[in-house]
């Protein structure tokens, strides 16, 4: 942690300060996230109001995937709800961190803590925290949302649950991650939503959050399939839908060792841009 | 290194960026426990000189040593003995003033208490208030508070007291008479020559990324500089003359006048005169350069 050349003069830090850095950070940003009004209601409360949007715009519409026979079928806002849930966990992690650091990096907050002898690590363990906790809240909500305000019933088979649970830890994990590197991208704070909304906002739409993805034209479902949202929006399908849907998968199957697959290369791929375009200012501007 | 060696010791140090030079060679050194001053107009260098010394900046050229440590290789057990108050801050402040400074205080391994620094910035009536709630002046306060929490050896004040009304500015000196009274070097920049002479042992002044002048700071600018000067009026002309005896030119006044001259005065410059005049000289010097160049 310390150069060796002034290691004689800095006297040593006491071991294992930077996990308990990151625990303590871990509190403060998470008070601090849920008192900036604005990105509690963008970010925390979007995808519930979405699904609320969709369930009841449909809500006089026929049930999805019925059986020749006219039974079985799903409600719209069962159908809505694993999209939602990965939506969610996009936004949590890329949309809430991507503008958050951009505006910590514009405002001088960054530049504070690089004159601290705070550890990066325990900075990046308070953002990841603070995005699990306010992720975890709302993937709640949302399945309370569906349960009780839309009648969405929810899975019993506890592997299922197992499923979701690794699913959207490993999911929120890899969008925290890459909403880190992608902070680096806006030049300043201000333009940090205009140049993350965006990006968010188009992966929603081509990766089956808001359009049915089996809907798609196969050469867009192809695309999609690059980035990690599909593949989110995928593993929390196979938790919600009835199995019968997982005929309308590009492949016919929910590939759940594809979701790992591809949430673990992208997960690779955030923290090597982590490493290298991560600096608390920019040394030279 | 010893605790006599320099608390900060910079040479010929000089930072451009492309064609522009910000810092162009200067050197000087800080004691450990010295109040040091570094002043200059805006876009002299200042800055630039204080965040090369923090580790903010690279140099591109020169020496730098702080605490004895390069400042481009200082780690985490470096930055734990330096307190840094920057010139221009705008956090987002969704965080209590207590709960901020209680929040820094766990990065530094032996931390002032809370109450003590909320109590010397005089933020107790505010300690459970937003910082975002909080009026410039206050927001300048929790700045200092977050400097001196860490105890450190070094401290680094980048003009600390804008915003700061008069009574806030006086209470901020005690604060930091205080904290040279416990051995803690400081390196100050300030645009309140006032402040400077209040707290500085020694000063330096930059124009144009050059050290103009250096030492004591009621030795800057030299003997001459401090030469008291007399005014007084004849029939609505105003006169003015400089002279190390001034006492003896008013009494020859009152003499041939025979009676107590108009609007008399003996007037010591102050630093601000002193610096004022150093800081023109230097840019005409500058001027005079450029029109040299352009000629040739």
């Known amino acids: 942690m310390t150069s060796s050349t002034s290691a004689s003069a800095n006297p040593p830090l006491p071991a294992g300060r930077t996990i308990r850095l990151g625990l303590s950070r871990i509190g403060y940003e998470t008070k601090a996230y849920f008192r900036q009004g604005d990105s509690v209601f963008f970010t925390f409360l979007f995808p519930i109001l979405m699904l609320s949007v969709f369930a009841v715009a449909f809500s006089t519409a026929d049930k999805i995937g019925t059986n020749p026979d006219g039974g079985g079928g799903i409600s719209w806002a069962a159908f809505y709800l694993p999209g939602m849930l990965a939506a969610g966990m996009l936004l949590s992690g890329v949309q809430n961190l991507g503008i958050d650091i951009a505006g910590e990096k514009g405002d001088g907050t960054l530049k504070r803590l690089g004159g601290s002898p705070l550890p990066v690590f325990s900075y990046f363990m308070g953002k990841m925290g603070m995005v699990l906790a306010s992720a975890i809240g709302q993937a709640i909500l949302l399945l309370l949302v569906a349960r009780f305000l839309f009648d969405v019933s929810l899975p019993t088979e506890p592997e299922k649950w197992m499923t979701f649970a690794w699913v959207f830890l490993f999911g929120v994990v890899t969008s925290c991650v890459l909403g880190i590197a992608l902070s680096a ?3 300043s704070g201000k333009s940090a939503t205009a140049v993350v909304i965006p990006i968010v906002l188009l992966l929603q739409f081509i990766s089956g959050v808001y359009l049915n993805f089996s809907q798609l034209p196969g050469w867009l479902q192809n695309v999609a399939s690059i980035f990690p949202l ?8 196979s938790v919600f839908l009835p199995e019968s849907f997982a005929a309308a998968e590009p492949s016919g199957a929910w590939d759940l060792g594809l979701v790992a697959a591809v949430m673990g290369l992208w997960l690779v791929i955030g923290l090597v841009l982590c490493r290298f375009t991560f600096r608390w200012i920019r040394k030279d501007s | ?12 140090l000089r930072k451009s960026y492309g064609g522009f030079t ?4 200067i050197s000087f050194e800080i004691q450990r426990g010295e109040t040091f001053a570094l002043l200059g107009p805006n876009g002299a260098g200042k800055s630039t000189t204080i965040e090369i010394l923090e580790g903010y900046r690279d140099r591109s050229s020169g020496e730098a040593t702080v605490l004895g440590t390069d400042p481009e290789r200082g780690g985490l057990a470096w930055k734990a003995r330096l307190g840094i108050v920057l010139q221009n801050t705008g956090e987002a402040g969704n965080v209590t003033v207590r709960e901020q400074l209680s929040h820094f205080a ?5 931390p002032r208490p809370v109450d003590e620094i909320i109590a010397a910035v005089g933020l107790e009536a ?8 909080l009026s410039g002046g206050q927001r300048r306060r929790v700045d200092v508070a977050l400097g001196l929490i860490g105890r450190p050896e070094l401290l680094f004040l980048d003009e600390p007291t804008t915003g700061f009304d008069p009574e806030a500015r006086r209470s901020f000196w005690e604060l930091i008479r205080g904290l040279k009274d416990d051995g803690t070097t400081i390196l100050l920049t300030t645009h309140y020559l006032d402040e400077a002479a209040q707290l500085g042992d020694r000063a330096g002044v930059i124009a144009a ?7 004591r700071i009621d030795e800057i600018g030299g003997a001459e500089a401090r030469v008291p000067i007399v005014r007084w009026r004849t029939g609505g002309t105003l006169h003015e003359e400089r002279t190390h005896e001034p006492a003896t030119l008013v009494a020859r006044l009152v003499s041939e006048s025979g009676g107590e001259p108009d609007s008399i005065e003996i007037v010591r410059p102050s630093l601000e005169d002193v610096y004022l005049r150093l800081v023109g000289d230097a840019a005409a010097a500058a001027t005079a350069d450029l029109a040299a160049e352009a000629a040739r």
């Open chain 2, 1 to 12: 290194m010893t605790d006599s060696d320099p608390a900060v010791i910079v040479r010929e």
């Open chain 2, 209 to 215: 990324g050059r050290l103009i002048d250096i030492g």
């Open chain 2, 126 to 133: 505010k300690e459970t208030t937003l910082i975002r709630k």
């Open chain 2, 22 to 25: 910000a810092v162009d060679g």
């Open chain 2, 106 to 110: 766990r990065f530094y391994p032996n």
């Open chain 1, 185 to 187: 991208l806006p030049r």
């Open chain 1, 230 to 237: 599909k593949w989110m929006a995928q593993g929390m399908r």
